[in-house]
């Protein structure tokens, strides 16, 4: 189960991120003539909307390891299993990274003449992984990346909480790419809205390794690490508010049904 489910993850996040990081490399390369930052935003919402259907039988669409972290501590997912998303995920990640680089890697060494670097007027490590506004402080930026994780669980359990007002099935990968895509359009102008470590930390080591070296970690204050630790702990957060406000109130699926029946035979 662990190799099929590392297998899917790999395919899906792979699938996913082509989508995303294809088109953040058309728009900075294009310098804003074969598209806008919306279109980033829309690419990364029909990519998880797409890889969602793709895996949703099989793994249950874990794309984000921040979501499968806090899967495992509430006990949901075992650890052999968050072993198996985490190396699936990763490793699709990376592999889409490599594929856009591939892509475009000739406009790449057109646009930069061959120097590829972090910052600077034509720095392309942007392409594969957020870096933060230059006006933002890493306190700010960290803040900004747990509460856009903050919204994203939050919408991701309204989506799909059977006890509540649970979206239908074939519904849900829909409207967590809307999701997704409602994020970005709020809350990217500081960080690029990473929102989940598998999503940054693998396009990042494939910079280093590819031409970009070690500035992809050490720049903008060693920034890597936000990206990975802010939307762990959102998640974990989210969840928190969101039995808090509304998990805690609500009747077992069970009980509603029971209810439902009662109120039918009442009225019959």
Same mark, same amino acid.
């Given at each position: ?14 699938? @996913? ?31 998880? @909307?797409? +890889? ?12 984000? %390891?921040? *979501? ?11 650890? &052999? ?5 985490? =190396?699936?995920?990763?490793? +699709? ?5 490599? %594929? ?11 646009? &930069? ?7 600077? $007027? ?11 506004? $230059? ?9 900004? #990346?747990?509460?856009? &994780? ?8 309204? =989506? ?22 409602? =994020? ?18 693998? $396009?990042?080591?494939?910079? %280093? ?24 702990? +959102?998640?974990?957060? +989210? ?6 406000? *509304? ?9 509603? #049904?029971? #209810?439902? #029946?009662?109120?039918?035979?009442? &009225?019959?």
């Amino acid at each position: 189960t662990a190799v099929r489910i590392l297998l899917t993850l790999l395919f899906v996040l792979l699938f @996913t991120q082509v989508f995303g990081l294809s088109s953040v490399a058309q728009v900075i390369l294009g310098k804003g003539n074969s598209g806008q930052y919306l279109s980033i935003n829309l690419a990364f919402g029909i990519g998880v @909307t797409l +890889g969602i259907y793709a895996a949703g039988g099989v793994s249950g669409a874990h794309l984000n %390891a921040a *979501i499968s972290i806090t899967q495992c501590i509430l006990g949901n997912i075992s650890g &052999t299993a968050l072993v198996a998303y985490i =190396i699936g995920q990763f490793l +699709g990640s990376f592999m889409a990274a490599a %594929a856009v680089f591939a892509v475009y890697y000739d406009a790449i060494y057109h646009y &930069t003449n061959g120097s590829l670097t972090v910052s600077g $007027p034509t720095a392309t490590a942007m392409i594969f992984s957020t870096y933060p506004a $230059p006006n933002v402080s890493l306190q700010g930026a960290f803040f900004t #990346e747990f509460m856009a &994780t903050v919204m994203l669980i939050l919408g991701v359990l309204v =989506i799909h909480d059977e006890k509540n007002n649970a979206a239908i099935k074939g519904a849900q990968p829909m409207l967590t790419g809307m999701l997704v895509l409602g =994020i970005g359009l709020g809350m990217g102008l500081n960080t690029g809205y990473a929102i989940n470590p598998s999503r940054d930390l693998p $396009p990042r080591i494939f910079t %280093a390794i590819a031409g970009w070296g070690t500035d992809v970690f050490t720049g903008d204050h060693s920034w890597w690490w936000v990206p990975v630790a802010a939307p762990i702990l +959102g998640c974990l957060a +989210g969840v928190f508010i969101y039995k808090l406000c *509304i998990d805690f109130h609500n009747h077992p699926a069970h009980e509603t #049904e029971h #209810e439902k #029946e009662q109120a039918g035979m009442e &009225t019959s």
